[in-house]
């Protein structure tokens, strides 16, 4: 099983709908992260969380909310979701020690 | 700020090529350096490390060496396959924190 799972994998949602991405991890890592890619832009952090009540901001967090409802889960929000919002999204996970991040499968979102 | 630049592809070699993908990096203080590869339809897998300069991370046949000196590291392989084919991200980061991505390159093998 994958230690990352992201769910939906894949959403087409119209403009102005509430949409949230939900990331899952059995790693057992305090530290959670969402980013979105763009073609050529590579990936951007939106939000990023320490442990269960650590929420922080990252580069692009306008138009996102995220929610960290227990160690293993992080979901993202779109409260009212724009057509520049599409794009792949992805969840990752690291321990406090050690440097490198473990990615999910993605979901890819477009919005109409 | 910190921040990370790669060379743009994409990248078209045959098999058995030689590659290198240049990565350079600007950055207060001394950032680990990964290297992640992005195959179609998935996720980035972590592909090789360097914590400290002079370091070699290496995997797969890959290999990158963290200049201080010269503020790189660039990813080289000395005979690529058709599945090598992906995308390809130098990234940066700090005490187990936050990564910063290069843009990313991506890498086509031709048979």
């Known amino acids: 099983d994958a230690d990352v799972t992201q769910t939906p994998r894949n959403r087409i949602t119209k403009t102005g709908k509430r949409i949230m991405l939900e990331c899952s991890q059995t790693?057992?890592?305090?530290?959670m992260y969402w980013y979105r890619q763009d073609p050529g832009l590579g990936l951007r952090l939106i939000y990023y969380s320490f442990d269960v009540k650590d929420i922080n901001k990252g580069e692009i967090s306008d138009g996102y909310s995220v929610s960290r409802q227990a160690q293993a889960k992080f979901s993202l929000s779109l409260e009212s979701a724009i057509p520049n919002q599409t794009a792949l999204y992805f969840c990752?996970?690291?321990?406090?020690?050690?440097?490198?991040?473990?990615f999910g499968p993605g979901t890819r979102l477009t919005v109409t | 700020g910190d921040s990370v630049t790669q060379m743009e592809g994409p990248v078209t070699l045959s098999e058995e090529a030689f590659l290198t993908i240049n990565c350079t990096y600007t950055a207060t203080g001394y950032p680990s350096l990964f290297w992640y590869v992005q195959y179609p339809g998935e996720g980035l897998q972590l592909l090789l490390k360097?914590?400290?300069?002079?370091d070699k991370g290496s995997n797969k046949g890959f290999e990158a060496t963290y200049r201080k000196e010269t503020t790189s590291f660039h990813l080289e392989k000395g005979s690529v396959q058709v599945s090598d084919s992906a995308v390809y991200f130098c990234?940066?980061?700090f005490g187990g924190g936050k990564l910063i991505f290069g843009q990313g390159t991506e890498l086509s093998v031709k048979p």
């Open positions: 990752a996970t690291s321990d406090r020690d050690r440097g490198e991040q473990y």
């Open positions: 790693k057992g890592h305090d530290r």
């Open positions: 990234a940066l980061g």
């Open positions: 360097a914590t400290k300069a002079d």
